[in-house]
């Protein structure tokens, strides 16, 4: 098989692999790891294309990467995943099967989101006989995303696939029959996944990854973000049990999340139990993780997922700890999730690769066989066309995440204006104020919304437990310049895995913002 350029795009690196597969093993060839841009890439979305092609270029002309057939791997909070049983009916119709429920499967604006599946497995027999398949959506920007990167760089797109895929699709390839947990720690986010028999039986993404631990290594230590991720990879920043320690303490919200979704699986599958338990991914690189991990589960190991199916070029002298680093990569030819876009854009890319090649043989019968003038006018029309066809595709990719870029600059803008407005001083004393909050802010909570009145902000948040909402509270009433700080609308909610997640407001009330 030829080999395939895997790329996968994250808040803090961009990885590159050129990949073949043989039977059952991955043929790793080259690999390349380069420092995403600058507030270019947030949870998946890429915010600087530009910045973004340029980092990937230079890396592949630097490391001479010479595949031209690529796959993108994502991985996002927003993507989301459902599984559901099916009738047994061939591939198309399940497919207009899923296509036309799938406003009942996420609570999502379908319009925005790209829809696939994979069939897990049949269950049953005969009449009874059904199927159980994992619909997943992803974020129709950060799809249309891969595809505009991919094309600008000169690269045949053949797939974007899911991060969570790619990964259990090696995992299937290291693992027996037995019941395993695999955790996949992921930059922003991690896909905790229970296998038996090799399928895929549940599968949850946390929104919690090792950035999170990073920036709490840069608040704590006072150091910026490369030197924080630096740390994590060679002191043991990580004790084996929950304590005092930030650092230690920042990782309980992926934990209990791990623990709730065992706990689900095993109430409904008549007590089934965890026989092995992996971890992989930017986990590799946390020391103290894995003991971590085995002290706070009560099972029988935890240890990084071995890699014995990879075969990596002698050149690349990757350790077994870096190369779980590029599971999402490796994984990603194997079995892709599949998210196309639109049918005209796919029509489109088809066209144009056709006709180049029909250019290309056409020209060399031509040269061969005729003077140089006739081939070389034929060359410069069917030039001139697969340009202008490929003006179409750019317009087709770029249109919606121009206007997407522009409607949220545009309601950003307003919330910046509206946050100046309330102070007397348009100097950086409301600057001091968001940066109290970011300080502030328990790392398990998120605003979701805020809304702003003469003399204070009302805002919309969401934590892991009411501890963390008291935490929260208490260090705002300690600001000097906050009158004060009333909660309300205090609610708890629970998904199906068993994750719990507490909804409050807040309004903080304030005079003037005190001076730097």
Partial sequence: ????????????????????????????????????????????????ELAVIDAIQQSLTVNKFEAKTAIFTIFSSRIASKEITAPDVKDNKLTQLITANAGDYFPVNIDE?????????????????????????????IVMSCYSIGYKLGLYVERVDYAGNSAVQVAKREIGAETTLVVQIQED????????????????????????????IVEEKGIDEYEAEEMLGTEELIHDHFDDD???NSLRYLTNNIGRVVEYYVSRHDGDRIEKAYITGASAEMLGVEQ???????????????????????????????????????????SPADFIPNEEI????????????????????????????????????????????????????EVEAVMNDYYNAKDKLGDMQN????????????????????????????????????????????????????????????????????????????????VKTVNYTLTCTFTKVAEE
């Fill in 419 to 498: 946050f100046y407005a309330l102070t007397e001083n348009a100097d950086d004393s409301m600057g001091k104020f968001i940066k109290d909050m970011e300080t502030y802010m328990p790392a398990d909570s998120a605003v979701t919304a805020l809304s702003i009145a003469a003399g204070s902000v009302n805002f919309n948040i969401t934590a892991a437990s009411k501890e963390s909402v008291a935490k929260f509270i208490i260090q705002l009433k300690n600001l000097d310049y906050v009158s004060d700080v009333v909660a309300g609308a205090l609610s708890e909610s629970e998904d199906t895995s068993g």
């Fill in 1 to 48: 098989m030829a080999n395939i350029l895997t790329i996968s795009i994250g808040s803090m690196s961009i990885k590159l692999c050129e990949v073949s597969y043989s039977g059952n093993s991955i043929h790793l060839q080259k690999a390349a790891v380069i420092r995403t841009p600058e507030d270019s890439v947030e949870d998946g979305f890429i915010k600087d």
């Fill in 189 to 216: 986010n991690s896909t905790i996944n229970i296998l038996k028999n090799n399928v895929l039986q549940l599968q949850r993404i946390v929104p919690y990854g090792k950035s999170m631990v990073v920036q709490t």
């Fill in 346 to 397: 796919e029509k489109v890319n088809k066209e144009v690769d056709f006709k180049l090649l029909n250019l290309l043989l056409f020209g060399s019968v031509m040269v061969a066989i005729v003077i140089i003038a006739i081939p070389l006018i034929q060359y410069m029309t069917a030039k001139s066309q697969r340009n202008s066809m490929q003006e179409k595709v750019n317009e087709i990719i």
């Fill in 246 to 248: 930030p650092i230690t």
């Fill in 292 to 334: 971590l991990f085995v002290n706070e589960f009560d099972f029988p190991v935890m240890e990084t997922l071995p890699m014995h199916n990879v075969v990596a070029a002698g050149t690349l002298m990757l350790t077994e700890r870096v190369m779980p680093r590029f599971i999402a990569n490796l994984g990603a030819g194997i």
């Fill in 113 to 141: 989101y790209i829809i696939t599946h994979k069939t897990l497995e049949q269950i049953g027999a005969g009449k009874e006989k059904q199927l159980r398949v994992l619909v997943l959506a992803a974020p129709k920007e």
